[in-house]
């Protein structure tokens, strides 16, 4: 028959997953998943997912995603710099020299540590969970 050539690769995901990094913050994860087009073409997609609950107890997987295009990626990552830059600036958060990640900023020549607002929550999310 004619013309069936055109659906080869249907009902295939037409997106080949090539690389993909978790991140878990807080009540939220983050997934960072590189992609390629059936042209072989590669894009991000950043997924922010947070478990959220029904009245009735029962859970479900709140999901935001965007697909950021090779050609936006230093835009992308130029906003996202100055962004953070700012944030830190405003609220007087610290550079890398000057703190420790556990512990907050370094008092000068000193080993003792400021301790900072900042709680240590963590998500006790099995991977298997995001699927259902």
């Known amino acids: 028959m004619e013309g069936f050539d055109k659906n080869d690769g249907f009902g295939k995901n037409e997106k080949e997953e090539i690389f993909s990094k978790v991140v878990r913050a807080g009540k939220r994860t983050y997934f960072f998943d590189v992609k390629a087009t059936r042209k072989n073409d590669y894009y991000l997609t950043l997924t922010e997912s947070k478990k959220k609950f029904e009245e009735d107890g029962r859970f479900y997987f709140e999901k935001h995603k965007i697909f950021l295009y090779k050609e936006d990626f230093d835009k992308f990552i130029d906003g996202l710099q100055e962004s953070v830059d700012f944030i830190k600036k ?7 020299e000057n703190k420790d990640e556990n512990y907050g900023e370094k ?11 900042v709680s240590k929550e963590y998500t006790d999310i099995e991977f298997e969970d995001l699927n259902k």
């Open 90 to 96: 405003a609220k007087g958060m610290f550079d890398d």
């Open 107 to 117: 008092k000068e020549n000193s080993e003792e540590y400021a301790t900072s607002d």
